[in-house]
């Protein structure tokens, strides 16, 4: 038995807002195909016009780098197929920044960290 859950959070390259007007819902729908296929848990989730945060619990046998490096390339890979109009609001063909925050969350916080992911929109 494990619960290993972290707030992750990474942002577009350049803080572009590029992640709207439909593309912030592909996001998740690729999320949850992720979530499903490398068997983790997405507890919270809101896809911001410039930045990601996610609550998952996943397995320990996952580096949180790895997973991280999984959907960041994926969306990204799957993103710039089907939109070729944001490799030319993005130079340099990349749609993430390079970097992210990976914080730990434990039971008794994590109510309180649902609770802010989900209010991202609302602000």
Sequence with gaps: MYSL???L???????KKVLKDGIDAE??????????????????MEVMPDHIHLLVDC?????????????????????????????KKLWGGHLW?????????????REQVCSYIEGQKEE
């Design 5 to 7: 859950q972290y707030h």
């Design 9 to 15: 959070v990474w942002c577009t390259k350049y803080r």
């Design 27 to 44: 996001c998740k729908e690729m999320l949850y195909d992720l979530a499903e296929e490398y068997k983790f848990q997405i507890l919270a």
């Design 59 to 87: 397995r320990p046998q996952f580096y949180i780098s790895d997973m991280i490096k999984i959907m960041k390339g994926n969306i990204a890979r799957q993103m710039f197929l089907a939109h070729p109009e944001l490799k």
């Design 97 to 109: 920044n390079p970097s992210y925050c990976a914080v730990t969350v434990s039971d008794r916080s």
